[in-house]
C-alpha cells in the first residue's frame, strides 16, 4: 500500500472496553500484513457507558487518511450522535460516512477490505454485507 490513502475505521461503541476489544479483534483477524487505520470511540469521556462527540470526532481524525473515515456503531443511539455529527460542519471529516453493518462483522469486513486497498464504497458494501453472514 506504497503511498495510497486507506479508509480509516471507527467503532462507536456505548462501551470504551468493547469498542477497543472490537479494533483489536479486527486488526488481529485483518493481519498479514498493514492494516488500514482503525480507532475505538467509546463511553463518554468519564469512561462511563454512552457516546461522546469528542472521542468521536479524535478518532476520525486520528484514522483520517484522505480516503474516507467508516463509522461503526453498535446501538441505536450512537447512530443518532453520529447523524447529528454529520450534520454538522468541521465536526467530522468531510468525506465520513455512517455504515449500516453489524458491529462486530462489519468492522472485520470493513477493515479488511480498507487493508487491501478498498475505497469507502467497497469498504461499506463488504461491511454492510456481513448482515449475510449465516452461522447456522
Known sequence: MSGQAQVGIVLVSHSGPVAEA??????????????????????????????????????????????????????????????????????????ARLVDAPFVEGAVAALVTASAGGDLNAVEAAATDAYGYRKV
Do not use: F
Open 22 to 95: 472490537v479494533a483489536d479483534l479486527a486488526r488481529g483477524l485483518a493481519a498479514g500484513g498493514a492494516t488500514a487505520p482503525v480507532a475505538a470511540a467509546g463511553g463518554t469521556s468519564a469512561g462511563g457507558l454512552g457516546t461522546s462527540t469528542d472521542l468521536i470526532a479524535a478518532a476520525a481524525r486520528e484514522v483520517d487518511r484522505g480516503a474516507g473515515v467508516a463509522l461503526l456503531v453498535d446501538l441505536g443511539s450512537a447512530v443518532l450522535t453520529v447523524k447529528a455529527m454529520l450534520a454538522e460542519d468541521g465536526e467530522l471529516p468531510g468525506s
